[in-house]
């Protein structure tokens, strides 16, 4: 063979730096967010207590989103989060309206949010149905069976310790901040774990990344696919949980939209909805940068509408940046 | 490469495998077999039954009749994972990597080694750490992400995989395919390093000199049967190449008097992003000019900054139009085919033709106009459009409603070139034409271009396989870094000072 005057090019280590400088954007922007409020309301925005309603009011997006940073890695969508979360709701109230015993109406809710997650699963790996349409069909038919169960009005269930999880001043003073905060900083954590270090999490970046691949290396993935939906489904139905803790009734007309929340809080935090990319940290500042702003801007007296024009801006220029940066670095 | 003997069990026996699909035969009775430590070249035209054959063997089809035995046991495997479990494995032709994971993820893709479903990292990293010391490329860092390391470096990671899997027979589709020629150095390396070991290898590949390069017997098959096994250095390449179309290779590239005229293309200090950097070249009617250069030299770059694809850095591209008259470009590609000008893109796939669309509409696809009235698609013009072409081009298709998706990889290829046609082009911008399609197909591409170019056409063509260019060129540039750094009258190159001029002084 010919041997040629030529060596492999060295590779530049870009990846390291790359995702540093990833994650730390990220994070400069909630400062940054946080810093501007704080400048424009220093009376009332940088203050422990709202700092602590923020928190308390990210939760429901944020536990909702580790689910659906799993769905928007393996390459999937679900937009039937939104009506999951009033599903179980409508069942835990059920639940302690029927006199069940408070841990046992969780876990119904719960067990209803997986199921969902679960169909959501099947339909797109047996029906073979893509994810955007079956969890669009599913967002109906959800919000369809909580009214149904609901007929069509909320449901008032008696007192439970259900209601302190998401109360804005912690129930107990040691704990700091509301047991719900500590909710989602538990199903970060774990979220994290599970994908960094688990065979079933790099199971499905190598899905999203490469399907085709992760079919040739003898990958199960309708099998994967179906358990991160129903994964993801019954992390929305934890939100539905905080979501039932705070309104303290089941609600089947709640949570309408969400869906678009958790996808903006994936996407800020470096998501990518063609698959493989994505990270919990990143997830968990994307939730904070959108409730930050909602409530900075409601300090400020900044109306409704503008605001939602805002958070758009914000998720495309998000977007926008992460993709130059990418073309920068290719 | 080792000396195959007689005397030993085959690693891989085929006998009169055979395979269809509905009333199509793709396989009609194949035999040939692999030894341990040899690399055993498989060739023939597109639509010979490579593609089925590799199929049986990896596990993606079964065989309908005929026998299959690896290390003197009954083979037939099911599923792609069956078959790698007994240690056969294929490496695509477009890889197939996750390259959002790193390099050790990559090789150790789904046989990961994990306690209660936790990885065990340094586990792992030994697995990935030994299959690359294997190649000698323990050089390739573990935890960078695969879609940042070169085409080389990727194929590497990916026969990695296949032995961190303990393969026994690893099957290569094409694989320099879009390599350069240092990673195509790297690649034969890891080969050697394969068949050292005991490896076998079946190498699949268009080129007959690589095929005398690597391997050491080939098969040549030709419509679905095995027509014969050579012993690579006993064995010319015309001799190859009979036994592949049964044609003689003077008659391989046709060249009619074509008598050079005018320019029609002048292109100025043409410079873009990163490539070219200040390209200047004339193309004359009635000629064929050739680009020739290592992957990354700028001449793809540069075909589609022509063709307004990519955004000018500097530099001025003029043009000679129908009516006479000397019109410089400057917008995009509309312009560019409003003036006649026409480019086929290196990637079929994605970028030539559109895959879900009919054979017909491809051809009418950026002609709309001849197909329509007051903005209303005239669905019949549009049939006998795509008859027209599929009769002036001998494309084999169904008919004219056939979907692009389902020609083979030379029929494919007909189509991209006759859309160019539908629209008049007179000044045709050919990237890689031939790239991945047998040899029938090539053959017949060249005799079109010949033909095209003796009717006053000029057509700019970029080609990583130098035969090819010196056989259909008038004239040949070869392009490095961005720069074209010599043209000469095909005539005066020969593949060494094409090589030598591509790859520039070492330094």
């Known amino acids: 063979m010919s041997p040629l005057p030529l060596t492999p090019a060295p590779v530049p280590a870009r990846r390291s730096a790359w995702s540093r400088w990833t994650a730390l954007g990220r994070f400069t922007g ?29 939760v429901i997006v944020a536990i909702a989103a580790m689910g659906a940073t799993l769905v928007i890695i393996s390459g999937g969508i679900d937009l039937s989060v939104g009506s999951v979360v009033a599903l179980t709701t409508v069942v835990a109230a059920l639940a302690l309206q029927a006199g069940q015993p408070p841990v046992l109406a969780a876990a119904l809710g719960l067990a209803s949010a997986g199921l969902c997650g679960l169909l959501n699963g099947l339909i797109i790996t ?35 310790w259900l209601e302190d999880l998401m109360s ?63 994964l993801a489904g019954a992390l929305a139905g934890l939100g539905g949980l905080m979501q039932f803790s705070r309104l303290t009734l089941g609600d ?58 805002i958070i758009g801006g914000l998720i495309i220029a998000a977007v926008a940046l992460d993709q130059a940066r990418r073309r920068l670095s290719a | 490469m080792n000396d195959p003997a007689s005397t030993v069990t085959p690693l891989l026996e085929t006998r009169g495998v055979r395979k269809r699909f509905g009333s199509t035969v793709a396989l009609d009775g194949v035999d040939f077999d692999v030894l341990r430590g040899e690399v055993h070249g498989l060739i023939g035209e597109n639509g010979a039954g490579k593609s089925t054959l590799m199929h049986v063997l990896s596990g993606l089809v079964p065989a309908d009749a005929g026998a299959l035995s690896l290390d003197g046991a009954p083979y037939r495997p099911r599923s792609p994972a069956q078959a ?123 080129f007959l000199e690589e095929v005398a390069e690597v391997c050491d017997r080939a098969t040549v098959l030709r419509d679905g049967r095995s027509v014969g096994t050579r012993r690579v250095a006993d064995v010319a390449a015309a001799e190859l190449i009979r036994l592949m179309v049964g044609r003689r290779i003077e008659e391989v590239f046709p060249r009619s008097p074509r008598p050079i005229g005018e320019p029609l293309l002048a292109v100025a200090g043409l410079a873009g992003r990163e490539a070219p950097r200040g390209l200047n070249l004339q193309l004359r009617r009635g000629e064929i000019l050739g680009l020739a250069g290592l992957i990354g030299a700028g001449r793809t770059e540069s075909l589609r900054l022509i063709f307004g694809l990519e955004p000018l850095a500097a530099g001025t591209i003029r043009l000679l139009t ?148 010196l056989g259909v060129c008038d004239r040949v540039g070869v392009m490095r870094r961005g720069e074209c750094v010599e043209l000469r009258d095909a005539a005066a190159w020969d593949p060494a000072a094409l090589l030598a001029a591509a790859t520039g002084p070492p330094s």
């Open chain 1, 168 to 230: 804005k001043t912690p129930p107990r003073p040691w704990m700091l901040v509301s047991p719900g905060v500590w909710l989602m900083i538990l199903v970060a954590t774990a979220t994290s774990i599970v994908l960094a270090r688990t065979v079933f999490g790099r199971r499905v970046v190598a899905i999203g990344s490469s399907e085709a691949t992760a079919r040739l290396c003898g990958i199960p993935v309708e099998r994967i696919k179906t358990l991160v939906y129903a």
């Open chain 2, 84 to 206: 790698a479990r007994r240690g056969v494995v294929m490496i695509h032709q477009e890889l197939r990597l996750a390259p959002h994971l790193t390099v050790e993820a990559n090789v150790t893709l789904g046989i990961e080694s994990a306690a209660a479903g936790f990885l065990k990292s340094r586990a792992n990293a030994s697995m990935a750490r030994e299959a690359l010391g294997r190649l000698r490329r323990g050089d390739l860092p573990l935890g960078r992400r695969v879609g940042e390391l070169s085409i080389g470096d990727r194929q590497i990671v990916e026969i990695a995989r296949a032995l961190a899997r303990r393969a026994r027979l690893i099957i290569m589709d094409e694989p320099t395919s879009s390599l350069s020629q240092a990673d195509k150095a790297g690649l034969y390396d890891a080969i050697r390093r394969l068949t050292a070991e005991g490896v076998g290898v079946v190498y699949i590949s268009h």
């Open chain 1, 30 to 58: 909630l400062v940054l967010v946080i810093a501007l409020f704080s400048a424009l309301a220093p009376e009332a925005f940088p203050t422990l207590t709202n700092f602590r309603t923020v928190a308390t009011q990210t």
């Open chain 2, 322 to 469: 129908a009516g006479g008259q000397v019109k410089q470009l400057r917008r995009g590609a509309a312009e560019r085919l409003r003036w006649r000008v026409g480019l086929l893109s290196e990637d079929r796939q994605r970028e030539g033709l559109a895959l879900g669309l009919s054979l017909a509409e491809n051809v009418v696809l950026a002609a709309p106009r001849t197909v329509s009235r007051l903005g209303w698609l005239r669905t019949g013009a549009v049939r006998t459009a795509g008859r027209r072409w599929i009769e002036r081009l001998g494309i084999r298709a169904e008919g004219p409603l056939a979907p692009a998706a389902r020609l083979s990889g030379g029929n494919q290829q007909k189509v991209a070139l006759a859309r160019l046609l539908h629209t008049e082009a007179d000044v045709l911008l050919l990237d890689e034409p031939t790239r991945g399609i047998d040899i029938g197909s090539k053959v017949e591409i060249y005799r079109l271009m010949d033909a095209w170019a003796a009717a006053g056409k000029a057509i700019l063509f970029v080609s990583s396989y130098f035969p090819e260019l």
């Open chain 1, 252 to 309: 089947p007309t709640v949570a309408v939209g969400l869906e678009l929340d958790v996808i903006a809080a994936v996407v800020i935090g470096g998501g990518s909805l063609s698959g493989g990319e994505g990270s919990v940290m990143g997830t968990l500042i994307g939730a904070f940068i959108l409730q930050f702003l909602r409530n900075g801007c409601n300090q400020v007296g900044v109306d409704n509408y503008v605001q939602d024009m």
């Open chain 1, 126 to 160: 047996r029906l073979r149905i893509v994810p955007f349409i079956a969890t669009l069909g599913m967002m109906s038919l959800v919000r369809g069976a909580a009214k149904l169960l609901a007929k069509g009005e909320t449901v008032r269930p008696p007192f439970s």
